[in-house]
């Protein structure tokens, strides 16, 4: 992982976790335990660091809920 993937990873995670009123290490082991943050985040950071704030983090936890992460 790159620094710029990390810092985006952190990002997401904070984002996450403000918009859903969670405990930022709540955010960080759904998303490394359910490998969303393996298989999807870091490897797509060139597509996903484009976007939008809102729409990033609209995005992630969307994918989250069909991943069944959230309850």
């Known amino acids: 992982m790159t620094f ?5 990873t952190t990002y997401c995670i ?7 009123g969670l405990n930022q290490s709540i955010v960080y ?4 335990e ?5 298989d999807y985040i870091v490897p797509a ?7 939008s704030g809102k729409y990033l983090t609209d995005d992630l936890i969307e994918y ?3 991943k069944g ?3």
């Open 4 to 8: 710029n993937q990390l810092e985006f």
């Open 14 to 20: 904070g984002a996450i976790a403000e918009r859903l």
């Open 29 to 32: 082991d759904k998303l490394h």
């Open 34 to 38: 359910s490998g969303i943050l393996s």
């Open 45 to 51: 950071y060139d597509v996903l660091h484009t976007y």
């Open 64 to 66: 989250m809920n069909e």
């Open 69 to 71: 992460v959230l309850e």
